[in-house]
C-alpha cells in the first residue's frame, strides 16, 4: 500500500479545512436568510410608526452585522484548531506554544524587544568590566615605567615654568608668581641659589651656559650668571622617595612657614641681574636663546616678540603681527628660527638664517589660545592649545598638521624630548600624558592623593643628562616634581 508523503497529506488537509469552512459560511447565509425573512414577516404583522422601507433597511443592516461577527467566530474557532495540532506535534518532541502568546503578534514583538534589550545590557556590562580591567593594568603599567623621583618644594605661590641646563653642572630651575627664580639640585632636592630681582608677579626661565634668563610681570627680561656648589649624591637608595606622611595635604594650602621649611632661605640669594632687557610695554610672558647664545627673544602681552644683543641689552628687531598677547616664543636648538604663539589662535614662524631677509609665515590650526609651540631636534613644530589639542607640523609642509592629538583637557607648556621625541602634555586637570610623535598615546603620569600634582600642571621639560630624573613637570601646587620614564619599556609596550 502506497504511503502518503507528509507534504500531500498537509495540502490534503488544508484543503478539506477551507472547504468545510465555505461550506459553513454557505449554511450561516442560507440560515441567516431565512432569519431575516421571518423577522421580516414578524415586524410586518406588529405596529410602529417607521416606514416599511427604513424598517426593511435596518433590518438588512443588521443582519450584515451579525453574519460579519459569525464569520469571525468561525474563523477564530479554526485558528484555535491549528493551534491545538500544533500542540499536539511539538508536545510529542517535548515542546509545548502557547496559543494566546502565539497568536498575538505585540506580545511576540514586545518579547523580541525585551530580548534585545537584554542582549544590550549585556554587552554593556562586559565592556565595562574589560574597560575597568584593561584601566588598571594600564595604570599598574604607567606607575611601573613611570615613577616620581623628587619633589622640589620651596616656593610660595604657583610655578609658572621650569627649565634644565643643557650642560655641566646639570641644575633645575624654577620661576614662580612669588617673585622668586631657584635653582636646584636634581639628586638632593635642595635650593643652590635664589633670585629675587624682578618685582612682577610672573616668572619664567631659560637656561643657556652659565647664564640665566628670566621673564616678569614687571615688563622686563633679566640676565644674571649662577655659580653653584653641587651637594655630594645622596646613596642610590635614597634617590627614589616615597610620599611623606603629609601628601594627603595639598602643598597650596599649607602655611607659608612650611612650605619654605626645607631650606630656601639658607641658600644665597643674587638680587641685580647682569643685564636687564627692556622695551616692552607688557608682562614678558616668555624667553629664550637663539643658538650661539648672544641674542635673546622674549615675548610679551604687548603682541610683540623683540630680539635684542644680548651683550648690549639692545632691541635687534621687534617681531610684531599678532592680533593679541603672546603666549609663549621658542627658538630652535641648531638654527635661527623663532616660533611665537599667540591667543589670536596662531602661531608664527620667524626665519633669522639670512642676515637680509627676515621672512615669517602664519599657521592656523587651533580654534583657541596656542598656549606654546617648541621646535624638535628634526624638522617638526609641535603646537599646544586651549582648544585641547596637539599638533605636529613637518617644516617643510606646513599646511597641515601630520598628527593630531586630542585631549580632555587645555594644554599648557608643551616639552618634546631630544632623544626619542616624546611629548609630554602637562594639563589644567592636572593631568601629564605622554605621546609619540605620530599622536600615540604612551603613558599617564601617575597622580593620587599621596602623589602627582593636585592642582593645575603648568609646564614640563625633559633632561637628557640626568641620571636620577628625565622629566619634570611643575604646576599651582607650588612644587616641582621630577620624574624617571623608562623609555625604552615604555616604547616597547607601545
Known amino acids: ?55 426593511s433597511n435596518l433590518l438588512d443592516l443588521f443582519g450584515q452585522i451579525e453574519r460579519e461577527f459569525e464569520n469571525l467566530y468561525i474563523e477564530n474557532l479554526e485558528l484555535r484548531r491549528e493551534i491545538d495540532t500544533l500542540n499536539e506535534r511539538l508536545a510529542a518532541e517535548g515542546q509545548t506554544i502557547d496559543g494566546g ?24 556590562t562586559y565592556k565595562a568590566s574589560t574597560s575597568k580591567i584593561v584601566s588598571s593594568f594600564k595604570a599598574t603599567t604607567s606607575r611601573a615605567v613611570c615613577q616620581l623621583v623628587k619633589e622640589y618644594v620651596g616656593h610660595r605661590d604657583g610655578i609658572w615654568d621650569l627649565s634644565v641646563t643643557r650642560t655641566q653642572p646639570i641644575i633645575l630651575g624654577t620661576a614662580s608668581a612669588d617673585h622668586n627664580a631657584m635653582l636646584w639640585s636634581i639628586e638632593t632636592g635642595k635650593c643652590l641659589l635664589k633670585y629675587v630681582g624682578h618685582a612682577g608677579h610672573r616668572h619664567f626661565l631659560f637656561f643657556t651656559h652659565l647664564s640665566v634668563q628670566t621673564a616678569s610681570g614687571d615688563q622686563t627680561a633679566h640676565i644674571w650668571r649662577f655659580m653653584v656648589q653641587l651637594p655630594a649624591p645622596q646613596p642610590v637608595a635614597d634617590i627614589t622617595v616615597s610620599a611623606p606622611s603629609e601628601d594627603d595635604v595639598d602643598f597650596s594650602d599649607k ?51 623683540n630680539l635684542y644683543d644680548v651683550e648690549t641689552s639692545e632691541l635687534v628687531h621687534s617681531l610684531t603681527g599678532h592680533d593679541q598677547e603672546l603666549t609663549h616664543c621658542c627658538t630652535h636648538p641648531t638654527q635661527r628660527l623663532v616660533v611665537t604663539s599667540s591667543r589670536d589662535t596662531t602661531f608664527r614662524l620667524w626665519d633669522f638664517r639670512d642676515p637680509s631677509i627676515h621672512s615669517v609665515n602664519v599657521f592656523q590650526g587651533h580654534t583657541d589660545t596656542v598656549t606654546s609651540a617648541v621646535f624638535t631636534v628634526g624638522d617638526n613644530v609641535v603646537s599646544g592649545s586651549d582648544d585641547r589639542t596637539v599638533k605636529v607640523w613637518d617644516l617643510k609642509n606646513m599646511r597641515s598638521p601630520i598628527a593630531t592629538i586630542r585631549t580632555d583637557s587645555a594644554v ?10 616624546i611629548i609630554a602634555l602637562p594639563h589644567d586637570n592636572r593631568q601629564v600624558r605622554l605621546f609619540d610623535m605620530s599622536g600615540v598615546r604612551l603613558a599617564r603620569l601617575p597622580r593620587s592623593n599621596r602623589q602627582g600634582h593636585r592642582r593645575m600642571v603648568c609646564c614640563s621639560a625633559w633632561s637628557e643628562d640626568s641620571p636620577t630624573c628625565n622629566l619634570f613637570t611643575c604646576g599651582f601646587d607650588r612644587q616641582a616634581i621630577g620624574w624617571n620614564i623608562n623609555i625604552p619599556a615604555l616604547l616597547q609596550e607601545k
Do not use: F, Y
Open 101 to 124: 502568546d502565539l497568536s498575538k503578534g505585540p506580545l511576540k514583538a514586545k518579547a523580541s524587544h525585551s530580548t534585545s534589550q537584554l542582549s544590550q545590557k549585556l554587552k554593556t
Open 1 to 55: 500500500m502506497p504511503v502518503e508523503s507528509g507534504s500531500s497529506a498537509a495540502a490534503r488537509q488544508a484543503k478539506q479545512k477551507r472547504k468545510s469552512h465555505s461550506l459553513s459560511i454557505r449554511r450561516t447565509n442560507s440560515t441567516e436568510q431565512e432569519r431575516t425573512g421571518m423577522q421580516r414577516d414578524m415586524l410586518e404583522g406588529q405596529d410602529s410608526k417607521l416606514p416599511m422601507s427604513l424598517r
Open 412 to 421: 599648557n607648556r608643551i616639552s618634546v624630548s631630544v632623544s626619542q621625541r
Open 255 to 305: 602655611d607659608e612657614a612650611d612650605a619654605d621649611a626645607e631650606g630656601p632661605n639658607e641658600c644665597p640669594s643674587i638680587r641685580v641681574p647682569s643685564s636687564t632687557l627692556k622695551s616692552h610695554q607688557g608682562v614678558v610672558i616668555a624667553a629664550d636663546w637663539l643658538v650661539g647664545g648672544k641674542q635673546a627673544v622674549t615675548a610679551s602681552w604687548d603682541r610683540a616678540a
